[in-house]
């Protein structure tokens, strides 16, 4: 196989060339790169900012309740719910794949944004 010094600069070059998907790319864009994975490997595909969604759930509270927990019977609690769920229920309603006459309204005037950020807030709700 390797016998001398050459061969194993030689086998180390073509392993470079073959095996390397970096190869020809620059540092800058190497850099670019590494970081843009680092964010994709970090962030839920739901980054909700629950901050942000409490502020925005103000007016959800009249039937889901001050912390998420209904008082009426047949409005659901959203408290401690999955995120991706809510996310996904709102936009349901919000196309009308699931139909509420009540939720149907309430989803139209939320933007994705705020689907994402008020998910997040009632996801973190004990
Ligand atoms: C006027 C009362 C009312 C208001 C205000 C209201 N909801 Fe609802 N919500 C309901 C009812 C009733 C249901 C059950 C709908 C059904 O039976 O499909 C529901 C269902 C939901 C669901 C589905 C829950 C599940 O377990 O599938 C989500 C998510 C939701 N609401 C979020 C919200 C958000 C976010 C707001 C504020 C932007 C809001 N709701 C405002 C009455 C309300």
Known sequence: MIKNQQQLKNFRYNHERIFNPYRGISTMKKITLAIAATIMMTSPVFAGDAAAGKAKAGMCAACHGAAGISAIPT??????????????????????TRKNAIM????????ETDIADISAYYAGLK
């Open 75 to 96: 409005y659901p609690n959203l408290a401690g719910q999955k995120e991706a769920y809510l996310a996904q229920q709102l936009k349901h309603f919000k196309s009308g």
């Open 104 to 111: 149907g309204g309430m989803a139209m005037a939320l933007s």
